[in-house]
């Protein structure tokens, strides 16, 4: 160890000796806006939680927070939820929406139509549906007892439920442990955003709210036509930032990819989560502790 130190040192003193009076180069690293800063919220208990900060590598200029033109018929104040083009938009006046960017899990293309928010809970808990546990007890027994309000929470900080004439949807918009994920569809989940982002629509919205899903005629009628990237990412058609060679799509809900396995953006370690295992025929977000 001392000779790997000696050297180290020896190559550092080296470089110097053979460097000029410039000043030292620095690798420029890039920044992540204010908003998806870390921040500290209110837990579930009144404690102190910290939300980490987002990488700067997820915010793509579709994945983040930002007012743009919108040309759909809804009024102001609605939320729209386009999932074949992966955004989400809250519509203000003048022509204009705050645009988020999301990321869809097989739920997020099971439903479409006009619903209410009808219930916001700050850091919900989670339970999978008995039909969850019976099916696949090997991934979700384990969590039969539910799971309490927390960043290990496949809900996030915060979750919007949808209703549509006084029933439940099952159609939830919420944070996410697995932030990577954002733009991407993933195999599981319903419509999932940065926890800076489901933060800050959810301080925006009430009850009562009207949320329009697309079905995926309206997203290709509106949104046009989608790329899909290499990296999972969708770019609109013709986009000269998507590689040359990339097939373009209309918006579909097909290429689910079979499994997704959550890294932990906020440690090193894989985390065994309901996202980290095969789910091929249900969303293990499809039912919240009431």
């Given at each position: 160890?001392?000779?790997?130190?000696?050297?180290?040192?020896?190559l550092?003193?080296?470089?110097?000796?053979?460097?000029?009076?410039?000043?030292?180069?620095?690798?420029?690293t890039?920044?992540?806006?204010?908003?998806?800063?870390?921040?500290?919220?209110t837990?579930?208990?009144?404690?102190?939680?910290?939300?980490?900060?987002?990488?700067?590598?997820?915010l793509?200029?579709?994945?983040?927070?930002?007012?743009?033109?919108?040309n759909?018929?809804?009024?102001?104040?609605t939320?729209v939820?386009d999932?074949?083009?992966?955004?989400?938009?809250?519509?203000?006046?003048?022509?204009?929406?705050?645009?988020?960017?999301?990321?869809?899990?097989?739920?997020?293309?099971?439903?479409?139509?006009?619903?209410?928010?009808?219930?916001?809970?700050?850091?919900?808990?989670?339970?999978?549906?008995?039909?969850?546990?019976?099916t696949?007890?090997?991934?979700?027994?384990?969590?039969?007892?539910?799971?309490?309000?927390?960043?290990?929470?496949?809900?996030?900080?915060?979750?919007?439920?949808?209703?549509?004439?006084?029933?439940?949807?099952?159609?939830?918009?919420?944070?996410?442990?697995?932030?990577?994920?954002?733009?991407?569809?993933?195999?599981?989940?319903?419509?999932?955003?940065?926890n800076?982002?489901?933060?800050?629509?959810?301080?925006?919205?009430?009850?009562?709210?009207?949320v329009?899903?697309?079905?995926?005629?309206?997203?290709?009628?509106?949104?046009?036509?989608?790329?899909?990237?290499?990296?999972?990412?969708?770019?609109?058609?013709?986009?000269?930032?998507?590689?040359?060679?990339?097939a373009?799509?209309?918006?579909?809900?097909?290429?689910?990819?079979?499994?997704?396995?959550?890294?932990?953006?906020?440690?090193?370690?894989t985390?065994?989560?309901?996202?980290?295992a095969?789910?091929?025929?249900?969303?293990?977000?499809?039912?919240?502790?009431?």
């Amino acid at each position: 160890m001392m000779r790997l130190v000696t050297l180290f040192t020896a190559l550092a003193l080296g470089l110097a000796a053979c460097g000029n009076n410039s000043q030292p180069m620095t690798l420029a690293t890039p920044s992540v806006p204010e908003a998806y800063q870390a921040r500290v919220d209110t837990g579930p208990n009144g404690e102190p939680v910290q939300i980490p900060a987002i990488r700067a590598a997820y915010l793509t200029e579709r994945n983040q927070r930002q007012q743009v033109p919108y040309n759909g018929p809804e009024a102001p104040g609605t939320i729209v939820v386009d999932p074949y083009a992966r955004v989400l938009y809250h519509v203000q006046p003048g022509g204009q929406a705050m645009r988020y960017g999301v990321a869809v899990g097989r739920a997020g293309t099971g439903y479409a139509g006009t619903a209410t928010i009808a219930r916001k809970a700050a850091w919900p808990s989670w339970r999978p549906t008995d039909n969850m546990i019976r099916t696949q007890p090997d991934l979700y027994a384990q969590f039969a007892g539910g799971l309490s309000g927390g960043l290990h929470n496949p809900l996030g900080p915060r979750a919007l439920y949808l209703y549509e004439g006084g029933r439940d949807t099952y159609y939830r918009i919420h944070g996410t442990m697995d932030p990577s994920s954002v733009g991407k569809a993933t195999s599981a989940g319903c419509i999932r955003l940065f926890n800076q982002d489901i933060m800050d629509l959810f301080g925006q919205v009430s009850n009562g709210t009207t949320v329009h899903v697309r079905s995926q005629a309206e997203s290709l009628r509106y949104e046009g036509p989608m790329t899909e990237t290499p990296e999972g990412y969708v770019e609109p058609a013709g986009q000269p930032s998507v590689p040359a060679g990339a097939a373009a799509l209309a918006p579909t809900a097909a290429a689910y990819p079979a499994t997704s396995m959550v890294t932990d953006p906020y440690a090193v370690t894989t985390i065994s989560t309901p996202y980290s295992a095969p789910v091929t025929t249900i969303s293990p977000v499809e039912s919240a502790v009431q």
